[in-house]
């Protein structure tokens, strides 16, 4: 996926919780908080889910969540087509 169509597909999805994958095969589940030119903000949802990363994630007050640069990001979905 380009930059650009990932870009696009984080502003459509934003607010809405996702499943993003990275060019290192990591999934990331939560809700899009944030879209720049250069990253998306994701606030993971719950503690379960191991496959975020963890940058930052625990601590409070972390406002947008973690940054994922657009450029890695190779698809977004919605969670809610495979979660219930």
Known sequence: ???SDAYNLCCKY???????TDN???R???RI???DNRK?????????????????YGRPGIGFGYGIA????????LS?????
């Not at 998306?40 to 930052?56: E, L």
């Not at 657009?70 to 979905?77: H, N, Q, R």
């Open 33 to 35: 908080t944030k879209v």
């Open 24 to 26: 290192r095969g990591r």
């Open 14 to 20: 934003q607010g809405r919780k996702v499943i993003i």
């Open 70 to 77: 657009l450029g890695v990001i190779t698809g977004i979905v």
């Open 28 to 30: 990331h589940i939560g």
């Open 40 to 56: 998306v903000w994701i606030m993971p949802d719950d503690v379960g889910s191991y496959g975020i990363g963890f940058w930052g």
């Open 1 to 3: 996926m380009n930059q």
């Open 80 to 84: 809610s087509l495979f979660l219930f």
